[in-house]
């Protein structure tokens, strides 16, 4: 079992719909989360840190589960521009694991 | 303006010729790290550092070997490259040292080994 996992997609909405993926992790121990978004084999960057509480930013909202070991990424209002690969990180003390990414395609 | 600089961005050479990947970021960061990334696998950590004159292995660190002599840079150097290092890599860098926070990329590079 890979140490994170996510469904590689890709998940194909219409604008304006309301899209979530979820991340698995298998290390117990670790510490702190991410969701990165990646364009095209470009460098990723950071879209938002993961909380213990859960954390929201406009149209995203990140969610930790840790009794099932998954976070999860909610998208509202899906826009065109939100089409990309998202990432989601488990850092293990400075090990850091990254997801295969779930492809996001959000179509007019 | 801040940033993570990693040179060269395109290189193709021949199996066996020792490179040097350079990754410089201005930010005062204490934490570095090496990736690379391949269809259907991801962003896989090579590896990184804490802090100058520590480093540690990430999940796949054969055929790879890094230094960090100086706060600023973090070299990954390929001794002897072979096909299988071909790939895109990308130098990251954040503050903290255990990679808490995050991570600042640099625009990556892409490495044909032929």
């Known amino acids: 079992r890979k140490e994170v996992e996510q469904d590689p997609g890709p998940f194909n909405v219409p604008e304006g719909a309301t899209v979530a993926f979820n991340c698995t992790y298998s290390n117990s121990a670790s510490q702190s989360f991410f969701w990165y978004r990646q364009d095209c084999r470009k460098e990723p960057k950071l879209l938002m840190s993961?909380?213990?509480s859960g954390n929201e930013d406009g149209r995203f909202t990140a969610q930790l589960n840790r009794a099932s070991q998954y976070i999860s990424l909610l998208i509202r209002d899906s826009k065109l521009s939100d089409s990309a690969t998202y990432l989601c990180?488990?850092?293990?003390?400075?090990?850091?694991?990254f997801g295969q990414g779930t492809e996001l395609s959000v179509k007019p | 303006e801040a940033q993570v600089t990693q040179n060269p961005r395109y290189l193709i050479t021949v199996t066996g010729k020792k490179l040097t990947v350079t990754c410089s970021q201005n930010m005062n960061h204490e934490y570095m790290s090496w990736y690379r990334q391949d269809p259907g696998l991801g962003l896989r950590q090579i590896y990184y550092s804490m802090n100058v004159e520590v480093t540690d292995k990430g999940d796949v660190p054969e055929g790879y070997k890094v230094s960090r002599k100086e706060k600023r840079n973090f070299p990954l150097i390929l001794e002897s490259p072979s096909p299988n290092q071909t790939s895109l890599y990308f130098c990251?860098?954040?503050?903290?040292?255990?990679?808490?926070?995050?991570?600042?990329f640099g625009d990556g590079t892409r490495l044909s080994i032929l």
């Open positions: 990251a860098s954040s503050s903290g040292a255990v990679g808490n926070q995050p991570q600042h």
């Open positions: 993961v909380y213990s």
């Open positions: 990180v488990d850092n293990q003390g400075g090990k850091l694991i």
